[in-house]
């Protein structure tokens, strides 16, 4: 494991700056998610975190309605048949 006592001022330092990095907003809103995200799990002893049965579900739940699901307004708009093209049809 890298999280040992030896390392452990070199591993402070580096998170430290990390955390500072994850922090500035001219950094790019995925960089700073990564960067978070080692943070969290470094703070959580290395345990990668295990999803939320609930919200899965949840999101599951949005992603039938989007593809299929009717009457409830979750999804887009729907755009039917495209407009006829110009000079064509009636007058």
Request: no cysteine; glycine share 14%; proline share 9%.
């Amino acid at each position: 494991l890298i999280d040992h006592a030896r390392a452990k001022s070199h591993l402070d330092e580096y998170f430290t700056r990390m955390k500072s990095m994850a922090n500035n907003e001219k950094l790019a809103i995925r960089m700073r998610f990564m960067l978070q995200e080692v943070i969290d799990l470094r703070r959580g002893g290395w345990k990668q975190r295990v999803a939320d049965p609930a919200v899965k579900m949840q999101q599951q739940q949005q992603a039938q309605m989007g593809k299929g699901g009717k009457g409830k307004g979750g999804g887009p708009p729907s755009r039917g048949a495209p407009p006829p093209a110009r000079g064509a049809g009636p007058p």
